[in-house]
Antibody
Framework: EVQLVETGGGLVQPGKSLKLTCATS????????MHWVRQSPEKQLEWVAQ??????????YYAESVKGRFTISRDDSKSSVYLQMNSLKEEDTAIYYC???????WGQGVMVTVSS | DIVMTQAPLSVSVTPGESASISCRSS???????????VYWYLQKPGKSPQLLIY???NLASGVPDRFSGSGSETDFTLKISRVEAEDVGIYYC?????????FGAGTKLELK
């Protein structure tokens, strides 16, 4: 059974940092292209970041809204993908989902609230 | 960025009737390999999104064949035949042709 479990969310002040973790199982993680997608309180989905597999040199891509502030990474030995979020803004408040491939499977999501 | 425009934003359907949701992209989603990179997702209340349709017209695993996807290079349709109570939720189209991947605003389906 495929599982993706996100952790690390919470309430944080503007300008602070937070790191999300997505632990996976049930598929060949090392070959998978992984993504972070977020959903605003208004229910809008926004793709945040992608990391490709080792065979693609772990290429990464970011939404313009997070470029320079967020970093996606992975640890194939742990079947996990991460999202380091720095210089957080109130508009980063959302549910963050980890997803695989073309959205074939999604985690349960983790809430990130940026507020003073 | 490719803009995905969905219509309507909400639809109310009698159980057993059919429903259609439209999605338009600001750029052709037809790749030179012949694949059209539009996807449909359903987010049921309180749940994570789930994949319904991939590459415009292919049914994802476990999805009832009441769902179907069609379209051209820039205009796409998700059709639900014989709507059931379990189909309630928000439907999103998305393009995975190029980064940044983008989604439509969503269409909320309710039952009459």
């Amino acid at each position: 059974e495929v599982q993706l479990v996100e952790t690390g969310g919470g309430l944080v002040q503007p300008g602070k940092s937070l790191k999300l973790t997505c632990a996976t199982s049930g598929f060949t993680f090392s070959n998978a292209w992984m993504h972070w997608v977020r959903q605003s309180p208004e229910k809008q989905l926004e793709w945040v970041a992608q990391i490709k597999a080792k065979s693609n040199n772990y290429a990464t891509y970011y939404a313009e809204s997070v470029k320079g502030r967020f970093t996606i990474s992975r640890d194939d030995s742990k079947s996990s993908v991460y999202l380091q979020m720095n210089s957080l803004k109130e508009e980063d408040t959302a549910i963050y989902y980890c997803t695989w491939g073309t959205g074939d499977y999604w985690g349960q999501g983790v809430m990130v609230t940026v507020s003073s | 960025d490719i803009v995905m425009t969905q219509a309507p934003l909400s639809v109310s359907v009698t159980p057993g009737e059919s429903a259609s949701i439209s999605c338009r992209s600001s750029k052709s989603l037809l790749h030179s390999n012949g694949i059209t990179y539009v996807y449909w997702y359903l987010q049921k209340p309180g749940k994570s999104p789930q994949l319904l349709i991939y590459r415009m017209s292919n049914l994802a695993s476990g999805v009832p064949d009441r769902f179907s996807g069609s379209g051209s290079e820039t205009d796409f349709t998700l059709k639900i035949s014989r709507v059931e109570a379990e189909d309630v939720g928000i439907y999103y189209c998305g393009q995975l042709l190029e980064n940044p991947y983008t989604f439509g605003a969503g269409t909320k389906l309710e039952l009459k």
